[in-house]
C-alpha cells in the first residue's frame, strides 16, 4: 500500500550546464516525518529541493508523492499535487499584505485531486498557528521582520494543506528564539498533519534535534542516509560535512 504523504526519490541526477548539482540521490520521506538534508554549501541541497518542486528538471531519475510520479510536471502541476516549497529567503510577495499573501498560498490547493481548498477558516488557523502574524494581517509583507517573513511564508504554504512540506533554511538569519519556534512547529506538523517534511538547514545540529532521518550530501553525492541519531552520533561524519 502506497503512502498517501510520502515523498521517494530514486536515482536523482540534476546538471547545470557541465556541472552535476545532483548525482544520484535518494531519499524516502514517509507521512509523519521529518527528514534533515544537510552538507555544505554547494553540497546540492537547494537543488534537490528546486527539482523536486519542479523549478529545475533533472537529468535522470523520479520524483514520487503517494506513489504519483511528479518528475515532469510543471511547477504548478505538483504544488496543486501536494507539494509545498518554502524557498530560502521565504518569497513571500512583499507588496501584498500579510492577508493577501495567505489567501494566494490557499488557491494553490483549489484543483488538487484529493485536496481541500484552504479558506478563510484556513487563514485564521495560520494566525493561531503564528500569533505575531495576526495584529499584522492588513500590513504590506515588507514591513514584517525577517522572523514574522519566515512566519508568513511557511503559513502561506500550509495554506495550500500539501502532502510533502520542502523547506530551504527556514533558519537563515533569525534569532535563535525564532528558530527554536519554527523547530517546534514542524515537530506539531509531524504530529498533527502527517505531514511528510523536508528540511534544509546549514544550522544541523538544531536540524538533527527535530528529525527523524537525515540525508547528508557532498558535491552533490549522498554520504550518509541514516536515522537523525546515528547521524548526530557520528564525529567524525559532522567533523567532516556538518561543521561541528
Known sequence: MVDPAALDVVGLTTTYGAVRALDDVSLHAPPSSITAVLGANGAGKTTLLRTVSGLVRPQHGSVKVGGDELTRL????????????????????????????????????????????????????????????????RHPAFTLSGGERQMLAIGRALM???????????????????????????????????????????NARSALSVADRAVVLNLGRVVKSDAAAVVAADAGLRHAYLGF
Do not use: C, W
Not at 519556534?181 to 515537530?187: A, E, G, P, S, T
Not at 505531514?195 to 546549514?202: D, K, P, Y
Open 160 to 202: 495550500a494543506k500539501p502532502r510533502v512540506l520542502l523547506l530551504d533554511e527556514p533558519s537563515l538569519g533569525l534569532a535563535p528564539m525564532i528558530v527554536a519556534q519554527i523547530m517546534l512547529l514542524l515537530q506539531h506538523l509531524r504530529a498533527d498533519t502527517g505531514m511528510a517534511v523536508v528540511l534544509v538547514e546549514q
Open 74 to 137: 510543471p511547477p504548478e502541476a505538483i504544488a496543486a499535487m501536494g507539494v509545498g516549497h518554502v524557498p530560502e529567503g521565504g518569497g513571500v510577495i512583499r507588496e501584498l499584505t500579510v492577508d493577501e499573501n495567505l489567501r494566494l498560498g490557499g488557491l494553490l490547493a483549489a484543483d488538487r485531486p484529493r485536496g481541500r481548498r484552504g479558506g478563510s477558516g484556513a487563514t485564521e488557523a495560520i494566525y493561531d498557528m503564528f500569533p505575531p502574524l495576526a495584529p499584522r494581517r
